[in-house]
């Protein structure tokens, strides 16, 4: 294995990951700045308030994209896999 396919493995591997986690990042940033939009506004400084929510709304986005998250996994591990073969060289 050379350095540019050492480079090439990383970047697919960084962009992947973030392919992945941005769902769950986008929903966790979105729910906390509404939490924290609506405690502002009503002066509620409560700490399970932001905790909660963020919580379920993670869980429910990780339920309903684990398919897709499980199909990229699978087609990245196996695109490497086969190609493993021709690195070893």
Request: charge should be neutral; aromatic fraction near 6%.
């Amino acid at each position: 294995m050379n350095i540019e396919q050492a480079i090439e493995i990383l970047r697919s591997l960084i962009s992947t990951s973030l392919l992945i986690i941005a769902p769950i990042l986008i929903v966790a940033v979105l729910v906390g700045v509404a939490i924290s939009l609506f405690q502002s506004v009503t002066s509620i400084q409560e700490q399970t308030l932001t905790f909660v929510p963020k919580v379920i709304a993670i869980g429910m986005v990780i339920v309903f994209t684990a398919p897709w998250i499980l199909r990229q996994l699978m087609q990245f591990t196996i695109a490497y896999l086969s190609h493993l073969p021709d690195m070893v060289r």
